[in-house]
């Protein structure tokens, strides 16, 4: 990784460059594109699985250098330049039955931190950590966030056949002026690498693929298992456990209590005068330690 600051090659390849080395790392998967520029990776992967007569084969992977009409939780509009973020997407052949799919958000959330923190030093890998649902952080930063979306299979012929289109938006720099604009504190890879050597000789198609990888795995298992195993897992790379949250819906605070981790259906756990309170939605804010 070396350059000028600001230069998109010395973080990203070309397209062509970075779509062959990811399609060497991943030969699991069918399809394998990386463009210039799009509206939405997820949008994009959604309308080829809706065309008559596509591809059946799945998985999938799309990225790009920059997205227009990139979307966050809640239909949050996403905003980029070349080479400040890593963004692609990935759709899946998932057969769960449909309550089961909320689920989902922190299990990808918990395999790709765990994905990640695999590639770093064991001394920094607890810097690592989720935000639940999905979003990761380094020091309690938000480094990426991760958007699923789910509709009926335009194949499927069983009631439990999903269409799963997972994207993610990794900060590789910029988090300084992030940070200033948003007025809170944000991370990128950048920051990462300059700590963990281990890092810093991670490549952008080492990053993607890591990822991608991590999420045909969690999949398959969780469709095999089941989600038993889920808390313990992601107890492991929680970053809001015992502190205080307060949860807001459509702007109105519903929910306060001390974090205490998560249940099999994904649902965050709150603690507080009434008991434990089992989250499903909600946008989570960290009250601040004094």
Request: hydrophobic letters at 40%.
């Amino acid at each position: 990784m070396t350059g000028p600051p600001h230069d998109p090659a010395r973080v990203l390849p070309t397209p062509a460059a970075l779509a062959g080395a990811l399609r060497d790392a991943l030969p699991q998967f069918r399809q394998v594109d990386w463009v210039e520029q799009t509206g939405s990776t997820n949008a994009d992967l959604l309308a080829r699985a809706r065309q008559p007569g596509g591809p059946p084969d799945r998985p999938w992977l799309l990225g790009t250098h920059l997205q227009s009409q990139g979307r966050g939780r809640a239909g949050r509009t996403w905003q980029n330049r070349v080479g400040a973020n890593l963004m692609f997407s990935c759709a899946f052949d998932v057969f769960l039955p449909a309550r089961q799919l909320r689920t989902l958000a922190p299990l990808i959330g918990m395999a790709t931190c765990q994905a990640l923190r695999a590639r770093l030093d064991p001394r920094h890998r607890p810097r690592l950590t989720m935000k639940w649902p999905n979003d990761l952080l380094w020091d309690q930063a938000k480094l990426a966030g991760i958007l699923i979306e789910s509709t009926r299979s335009g194949t499927a012929r069983a009631a439990d056949h999903h269409l799963i289109i997972i994207g993610m938006g990794l900060n590789l720099e910029d988090a300084r002026a992030l940070s200033q604009s948003l007025d809170r504190r944000i991370a990128d890879w950048t920051e990462v690498a300059s700590d963990d050597p281990g890092a810093a000789r991670l490549t952008a198609a080492d990053l993607a693929a890591s990822a991608a990888r991590s999420w045909y795995d969690a999949l398959n298992q969780a469709t095999a298992r089941g989600f038993s195993d889920l808390p313990a897992r992601y107890a492991e790379v929680d970053g809001l456990v015992g502190r205080m949250l307060d949860v807001l819906d459509d702007g109105r605070l519903r929910h306060t209590g001390a974090a205490c981790g998560i249940d099999t259906e994904g649902r965050l756990l709150l603690r507080n005068a009434d008991g434990v309170q089992a989250i499903s939605v909600g946008e989570i804010s960290v009250r601040l330690q004094r």
